[in-house]
């Protein structure tokens, strides 16, 4: 299972990972934030190249060996390493924010449904 990933504010582009919004969070120096779940789309066609930070479209021919960062992920031919699934904004929202713990000297992520 892959790790829970969230989209801010009306950026529906890009999603994160819970500990992306740490940061933000504590330079925005909010009390808290509103997030929406990030949920995989499959055989929509599309994927998310790593290498590149761009979404492509399976079959057009701009992933493979044209690619200069082509690495099949079986090590002869495929899927590519970076290649990865599209997500889009689910019907969940979310409340984050962090505590800090006096006493253990740590912060605590709070992250409620809505």
């Known amino acids: 299972m892959s790790v829970p990933k969230y989209f801010f504010g009306g950026d529906e582009e890009y999603c994160y990972t819970i500990k992306h919004f740490d940061l933000h969070l504590v330079e925005s120096r909010?009390?808290?934030i509103i997030l929406k779940e990030a949920v995989i789309t499959k055989g929509n066609g599309?994927?998310?190249?790593?290498?590149?930070?761009?979404?492509?479209?399976?079959g057009d021919g701009q992933c493979g060996k044209i690619c200069k960062e082509?690495?099949?992920?079986?090590?002869?031919?495929?899927?590519?390493?970076?290649?990865?699934?599209?997500?889009?904004?689910g019907d969940r929202k979310f409340?984050?924010?962090?505590?800090?713990?006096?006493?253990?000297?740590?912060?605590k992520r709070i992250l409620e449904l809505i």
Request: hydrophobic residues 25%.
């Open 30 to 32: 909010e009390d808290f």
């Open 70 to 89: 082509y690495k099949p992920r079986n090590g002869k031919n495929g899927r590519c390493v970076n290649s990865h699934n599209t997500y889009e904004v």
């Open 46 to 58: 599309f994927y998310f190249c790593k290498e590149f930070g761009e979404v492509g479209e399976a």
């Open 95 to 107: 409340k984050f924010s962090i505590e800090f713990d006096m006493k253990k000297k740590k912060r």
